[in-house]
């Protein structure tokens, strides 16, 4: 069974897993949109290879706590399905009454917060591409470096790897192994939006001149690190593959079994 909750314009904010046993169940909302994405890392941290990956390839993200804007005043459609049976009902989503916002400051608010939740899922997404390019790059390495016949492809692979954990430090430090030691190091722009989310949502109040200037300048980092990263893709990857396939050398995309021959 599942419970899907929609704003009033058809866009889906929330699903719910409902159970399917008998009888009266009860399933809570938070009044608050889906939490962001964490990533998933593929490599070790930077400085530490002591550190592996879990069984399914992949170590958490060291730093905790995901956020989730809460929904603005209005009314929302709640559809219920369980199989091919669908009933739907109209939720209506009112302001504190307590509350010193009004509903347009609260709305603003909700606005902004969900920018800033749109780029800090983008940034999840470029962090998995990233980490996923770099494991890759390290199996490579790890498959030709015992040969002295690949010694440029292995430098050429190191280069590559350094510009894209270029990108990466900006999101965040790859140094940190856990969220225990993320204080010895600066933060990263995924930690600067998700501080910055958090103090507006704070209070029921229209953002200020200051919160809406830095996160404009934080979002459009974000986009100039995703163009920055598109353009690595595009020609040194690109590049190195075709190298790689030259060679008759597995590349990237595909994950080397053995080293070449």
């Known amino acids: 069974m599942q419970i899907e909750i929609a704003d009033s314009t058809g ?82 989503v009112k302001k504190d009454p307590s509350s010193l916002g009004s509903d347009d400051g609260i709305r603003a608010q909700t606005t902004l917060a969900l920018d800033i939740w749109n780029n800090v899922n983008t940034i999840s997404d470029l962090i ?39 990108v990466e430090r900006v999101f965040f430090d790859p140094r940190v192994t856990s969220a225990g030691d993320s204080f010895y190091y600066p933060p990263g722009l995924f930690q600067k939006l998700q501080g910055l989310a958090r103090g507006i949502m704070e209070a029921d109040f229209q953002p200020t001149g200051a919160q809406g200037e830095v996160a404009a300048m934080f979002m459009r980092e974000v986009s100039a690190q995703k163009e920055r990263l598109d353009a690595i893709v595009r020609s040194e990857v690109g590049t190195f593959n075709d190298r790689l ?9 595909l994950r080397p079994a053995k080293p070449p021959s």
């Open 128 to 166: 998995e591409q990233i980490e996923g390019l770099r494991r890759q790059i390290a199996d490579i390495k790890a498959a030709l470096q015992s040969d002295a016949r690949w010694k440029p492809h292995v430098a050429e692979a190191e280069a590559l790897d350094g510009k894209l954990l270029a």
């Open 245 to 253: 396939k030259a060679a008759n050398v597995p590349h990237v995309g």
């Open 11 to 92: 866009r889906s904010i929330k699903t719910l897993k409902g159970t399917t046993e008998a009888g009266v169940n009860r399933v809570w909302w938070d009044l608050k949109y889906d939490s962001t994405r964490q990533p998933r890392l593929r490599t070790s941290p930077e400085g530490h290879p002591e550190i592996g990956l879990q069984a399914e390839g992949w170590r958490p993200f060291p730093f905790e706590g995901r956020f989730a804007p809460l929904v603005p005043p209005g009314s929302y459609a709640v559809k219920l399905r369980a199989g091919r049976t669908e009933l739907a009902r109209q939720l209506v």
